[in-house]
């Protein structure tokens, strides 16, 4: 899947729109809310060893106890996805976060079905 960037500029323009992600199974568009995206480090391990290695540029960095993850020098996020048109469900991952002082990216990096 390529990665799409959904928005470049900055924060408070982030935020205030909503993104429309493509079903890639009824091809509808689905609303999502940047503030839905919560970070990676909260899905549980299962599901990360699951779908965290089939990221292209995936970067891991520990410290101490805690790992965090980004793609492209963005921090790694997700939201669940369901589509209200034809009931399939995903994972979506992101890339969210600061890339240069006050610039903003949020990109989508790829949607795993879950059902
Ligand atoms: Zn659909």
Do not use: W
Not at 11 to 37: G, M, R, T, V, W
Not at 47 to 72: A, H, N, Q
Request: charge should be neutral; hydrophobic fraction near 35%.
């Amino acid at each position: 899947m390529k990665k799409i960037t959904l928005f470049d500029g900055d924060q408070e323009e982030l935020f205030a729109h909503d993104y429309l992600i493509k079903c890639p199974n009824c091809h509808e568009n689905i609303q999502l809310k940047p503030s839905s995206c919560v970070t990676v480090s909260r899905l549980t391990d299962d599901t990360l060893i699951e779908f965290l290695p089939k990221l292209k540029g995936l970067k891991t960095i520990e410290m101490g106890d805690s790992k965090f993850y980004k793609v492209d020098d963005l921090p790694l996020r997700y939201s669940h996805i369901n589509c209200q048109y034809c009931d399939a469900k995903y994972i979506g991952i992101f890339g969210l976060g600061e890339y240069q002082p006050s610039r903003f990216i949020f990109k989508m990096v790829s949607l795993f079905s879950t059902v």
